[in-house]
């Protein structure tokens, strides 16, 4: 099946700094990366959808210039927090699509822990 | 807006029990419904897909079933075993992309 990667699987960084989260399929092109959520106990909450070449499309509520997305090829995609506060604290879900059925296959989380 | 709901947010049984989980959406007009298991600390893992058009999917000792017109869907699971027990999300898109997740079940199967 479909697999997609994350890196790093977790991360700690200090307030103010910024951290960068890869998301990779790595075995099918995907036209199509999403990036969620999900604080504890809780479910997953999309925060942008791209599309390869073209601007990410956020979600309401989600800052764009806090959280940048790169999709600039059909295999990866970044999410890079910039200027982290604790409450960015959450793990961080990323997934692909490019079948035919637009199926979602996710990463297996990147779990961000601001100091 | 779509909303989605999971009934119960917890649940226990014995091993071996039949169980059946509960998605509700208030917006029938949905692309697709997909239910996912994730295990403490990890991503998602697809169980079952079901496209607007069909009423039920099967694998293995899963089936999902899907009422569109009152926005339901269920997940029985038969003779369940302590691997199992993990955290049931659904989840429905309206266009071909955007999934909008439910609330969770948490399962735990015991001995």
């Known amino acids: 099946g479909a697999v997609v990667s994350q890196h790093p699987s977790w991360v700690i960084c200090k307030s103010g700094t910024s951290v960068k989260i890869e998301c990779r399929s790595l075995?099918?092109?995907?036209?199509?990366m999403f990036w969620y959520r999900q604080f504890p106990k809780q479910s997953l909450m999309l925060m942008a959808t791209s599309n390869e070449g073209s601007k990410a499309t956020y979600e309401q509520g989600v800052e764009k210039d806090k959280f940048l997305i790169n999709h600039a090829s059909l295999t990866l995609s970044t999410l890079t927090v910039t200027s982290a506060h604790p409450e960015d604290s959450s793990f961080y879900i990323c997934s692909a699509s490019g079948g035919v059925s637009y199926e979602q296959y996710f990463g297996p989380g990147t779990r961000l822990t601001v100091t | 807006k779509q909303e989605v709901t999971q009934i119960p947010a917890a649940l226990s049984v014995p091993e071996g029990e039949n169980l059946v989980l509960n998605c509700s959406f208030t917006?029938?007009?949905?692309?697709?419904l997909q239910w996912f298991r994730q295990d403490p600390g990890k991503g998602l893992t697809s169980l079952l897909l079901?496209?607007?058009?069909?009423r039920e999917q099967t694998s293995g000792r899963l089936n999902a079933s899907l009422d569109k017109s009152s926005g339901r869907s269920t997940l029985y699971i038969a003779a369940s075993q302590p691997g199992d027990s993990a955290t049931y999300l659904c989840a429905v898109s309206r266009t071909a992309s955007k999934l909008t997740f439910g609330t969770g079940t948490r399962l735990q199967v015991t001995l």
């Open positions: 079901i496209q607007s058009s069909q």
């Open positions: 075995d099918f092109q995907a036209t199509t």
């Open positions: 917006d029938s007009a949905i692309y697709n």
